[in-house]
C-alpha cells in the first residue's frame, strides 16, 4: 500500500473542502487512488448530509434574479456565516434565484426537483444540496422564495449577501431602486398603513393600552393616547409614510409622487430573520461535564 502523504490530503480537500481526516481515510481506502478516494467521499458525504438535517441553519445569504419584469428573491441558509463565503454555496444561492424565476415552482419541494448541475453534483437542485453538505461538511437549506411575474417594473437590491430587497413598480427605474435600499436601510413591514398585518397592530395596542393606564388619567384620555400611539406606529412601520432615507424632509411616498413613479409592492428578506439560533453556553456545558464526572 502507498504512503498517504501530506500532499495528497491537500490534494484531494482542495478538490473536495471534505475535512482534512476524512480526506486521510478515504486515500487510505481507495490505497492512495485520488480519483477512487474523491468517489468514497461523495458517498459518505452523501450520507453525512441526512445526519446534518436536524443542525440549526440560521446564518446564510439572499440572492436575487432581475430581468424585465420577471423576477426572484430567494433566502438559502447555512450553520455559520463562514460557510455563507464559501463560493460553492453563493453559486447554488444565484442557481436557485434564476431558477425560480425561469420555471416559477410552486414552493421549496418544487424547486428543489427542478434540473441543476453544480460542482460534479446533480441532476436536481436537492442532489446539488445534499451533495454541497457533503462537500463543505454543514447543513443548508432553502428556507424561502417569492417570485414576481405580474407585469410591473422591477428593481432589487442587496445589502451585501445578508438583506435583499425586491421592489415592483411603475415609472422612474432610479426612484424604485432608491426605495429598495430604502427598504434594506429601514425594514419597513408593510407597503401602507392599510397592509400592515392585524397582528402586528394587536400587539401594538396592548402595548400602548398598559402604558397609557399606568398615567392614571381619565378613560377617554387614555383612549386618545392608544389610538395616537397606536397611528405613530403604523406610519413608522409602512413604506410609504416613512421618511426618505436620503431626504428626511419628505416622505417615501412624496419622493415617489415627485417621480411620477408607483410602487406596487416590496418583498424583504433578512438571513436567519425570525429563526431562533442556537446559542452555546461554554460555562454551562463546563459545569455538566463537571457535575457528571463527580457523579462517578
Known amino acids: 500500500m502507498p504512503a498517504i502523504t501530506a500532499s495528497m490530503v491537500a490534494e484531494l480537500r482542495a478538490k473536495t473542502d471534505a475535512p482534512m481526516m476524512e480526506c486521510k481515510k478515504a486515500l487510505t481506502e481507495a490505497d492512495g487512488d485520488l480519483g477512487r478516494a474523491e468517489e468514497i467521499l461523495r458517498v459518505k458525504l452523501g450520507n453525512k448530509a441526512s445526519k446534518a438535517a436536524a443542525r440549526i ?47 416559477a415552482p410552486a414552493d421549496v419541494a418544487a424547486l428543489s426537483a427542478l434540473p441543476l448541475s453544480q460542482d460534479g453534483f446533480g441532476p436536481t437542485v436537492e442532489d446539488v444540496r445534499k451533495g454541497l453538505i457533503g462537500k463543505i461538511g454543514e ?42 435600499m430604502h427598504v434594506a436601510a429601514m425594514k419597513p413591514k408593510a407597503l401602507s398603513t ?3 398585518p392585524a397582528e ?74 425570525g429563526i431562533e439560533k442556537k446559542v452555546d453556553d461554554f460555562a454551562a456545558e463546563v459545569a455538566a461535564q463537571v457535575a457528571a464526572a463527580k457523579g462517578q
Do not use: W
Open 139 to 180: 447543513n443548508m437549506s432553502i428556507r424561502r422564495f417569492k417570485r414576481y411575474a405580474g407585469g410591473g417594473q422591477l428593481a432589487s437590491y442587496l445589502h451585501g449577501t445578508r438583506i435583499g430587497v425586491v421592489v415592483e413598480f411603475t415609472g422612474d427605474e432610479t426612484a424604485a431602486k432608491d426605495v429598495a
Open 57 to 103: 441553519t440560521a446564518e446564510g445569504v439572499v440572492a436575487a434574479s432581475v430581468s424585465g419584469s420577471t423576477g426572484a428573491i430567494v433566502e438559502i441558509n447555512c450553520e455559520t456565516d463562514f460557510v455563507s463565503k464559501n463560493d460553492s454555496f453563493l453559486a447554488f444561492a444565484r442557481s436557485t434565484a434564476e431558477l425560480v424565476a425561469g420555471h
Open 200 to 273: 402586528l397592530i394587536d400587539v401594538e395596542r396592548r402595548i400602548a393600552t398598559e402604558k397609557a393606564a399606568e398615567s392614571g388619567k381619565p378613560a377617554e384620555i387614555v383612549a386618545k393616547m392608544v389610538e395616537g400611539s397606536v397611528q405613530k406606529f403604523l406610519k413608522e412601520v409602512s413604506l410609504l409614510n416613512q421618511p426618505f432615507v436620503k431626504n428626511d424632509k419628505q416622505t417615501v411616498e412624496q419622493m415617489l409622487k415627485e417621480k411620477a413613479t408607483n410602487v406596487a409592492g416590496f418583498t424583504l428578506y433578512v438571513v436567519g430573520e
Open 194 to 196: 392599510a397592509d400592515v
